[in-house]
């Protein structure tokens, strides 16, 4: 048998489910539309790509062609192979050279890649992330959401909190949270303009902004991406000083309650590492848990020392020089 590519402008849900089997995990990083909002916004080339065995399409894959190396998905937890086969390392030995001679008219033998995938197929695998999903398929808020989850949004709203949802109008708010957390927690924002041309851009699914308000400060924003009844908080934010008011309770409620009113099957909460603070603040969702695996070519340097280091200089920095550095160095680290 013989494995190849076809470009593939677009995909029909249809055919999707049908590579599928279960669209649970298919993601909005498996939507076509992605690949080119990532070029818009960076510069990177990309395609969504069919896979044929045998000149029969058997599954689907998008990826970006980013310093030489294959990507699927930057910026986002999700990417990687479509397909019911169960060969999935197999595949991708026989079309990762395909997809860099696509991409580099070059047919090197030594294919570097980066594959986020829930399952194992790389050389050299990082295995510490988890998403944390709830199954909400014909389902009501009151079945969804813990009771005692349920007491924190109405304690929320007691306090006088209230939550707006929409696009493009709500950037600039969204980012005045999203910048200031990720100051506090020591790490790069993506830029601003990657949030707008996902929400001018973004089709075959809801791209929205959530965000909380004490009066008419922004407390809590969250970027809510859907695809195939596939939902996901995206990039979720709250400012530090207000969380006594449960901000992020009110957030969640509102994009599970978006999910449910807009067909959904599955709403996930988005990346964390397998064991944290932030993982153990899902798991009272009554949330299940799925690794995702970041596959590598060769092993991952990282020196957690000089991170960590790296990290607390970052949360000194004056807010406008982070927001100007950050997104020079989300284009490197993704």
Sequence with gaps: MEYTIKLAADISPELMLEFSGDERFVTHAHNPCVVNILHKTFGWKGAAFLVLEDDLPIGYLPA???????????????????TRRSNRKEIYLAILPKLFAHFSESNSPDIPYLLRETEKVGAFVQENKVISWINILNKTVQQV??????????????????CKNGGIELLADFYHVYSRNMLRLGSPVLPK???????????????????????????????????????????F??????????????LHFEMISFALLNSGRTYSFGRSTAGSGVHEFKRRWGTEDTFVYWNYDTPLKLDVRKAAFLSKIWKVFPLPLANFLGPLISKRIY
């Design 145 to 162: 959401i813990p009771a005692a989850q349920q007491a924190k949004v109405r304690k929320a709203i007691d306090n006088g909190l209230i």
């Design 64 to 82: 970006v062609f980013i310093n030489d190396r294959i990507v699927s998905m930057p910026h986002f937890s999700f990417g990687g192979l479509v």
């Design 237 to 250: 934010s709250t400012l530090q000083n207000y969380n006594t008011l449960f901000p992020a309770q009110l």
């Design 193 to 235: 303009l990657f949030f707008a041309n996902i929400l001018k851009g973004y089709t075959n699914g809801f791209a929205k902004i959530f965000c909380v308000y004490k009066g008419k400060t922004p407390v809590g924003a969250s970027f809510l991406m859907s695809y195939m009844g596939f939902f996901e908080n995206t990039w």
